[in-house]
């Protein structure tokens, strides 16, 4: 277990409000355009990948191999900006931290069963008890995040 991949993901976390934010404010400044928005940010973050991929070199090799692959691996852009896409949508009418915190919700439950049926090629992770725990109060977390303001005006009367 190596502390700096901990961080490392911590910071993508990071990464990701600020990313939304940005796109957010971006869509704003451009009429509203959440499509536009999505497609920009796509855009850039794809050339930036692909200077990446050429300075690190063997990309050829890996683009040949692609269509090889299962079609099921081929979705991931796909998914990715259909998300970066509602993320723009949906941040300035529900607020980020509901956003997200639906989004890390969302992206917990799904990794439980990604680990522990194996699902995709993953390595198996059997899911335990405490992390079936640490769920359910992650969950009650969100849900306090959620509601909060209806829960603060109900025990307050």
């Known amino acids: 277990m190596n502390p700096l991949y901990y ?3 911590f910071i993508a976390g990071l990464g990701i409000t600020l ?3 940005l ?3 971006l869509a704003k400044g451009i009429g509203g355009d959440s499509v536009a928005a999505a497609l920009f940010s796509f855009t850039a973050g794809a050339m930036c ?3 990446y991929s050429v300075v690190r070199g063997g990309l050829a090799a890996s683009l040949i191999a692609i269509p090889a692959q299962p079609w099921w691996s ?3 852009g796909i998914l990715g900006s259909c998300a970066l896409l509602s993320y723009v949508v949906l941040a300035p009418r529900i607020g980020l931290s509901a956003l997200l915190g639906l989004a890390i919700a969302g992206q917990i439950i799904s990794s439980l069963l990604i680990d522990h049926f194996g699902l995709m090629g993953a390595t198996e992770r059997p899911v335990s008890m405490i992390k079936l725990a640490g769920t359910l109060l992650m969950l009650l977390g969100l849900a306090v995040t959620l509601f909060s303001d209806k829960l603060s005006g109900y025990f307050s009367s």
Request: aromatic residues 0%; glycine residues 20%.
């Open 23 to 25: 796109n957010g404010q």
């Open 19 to 21: 990313q939304t934010t």
């Open 74 to 76: 081929l979705m991931g």
């Open 49 to 51: 990948l692909g200077i």
């Open 7 to 9: 961080l490392m993901a």
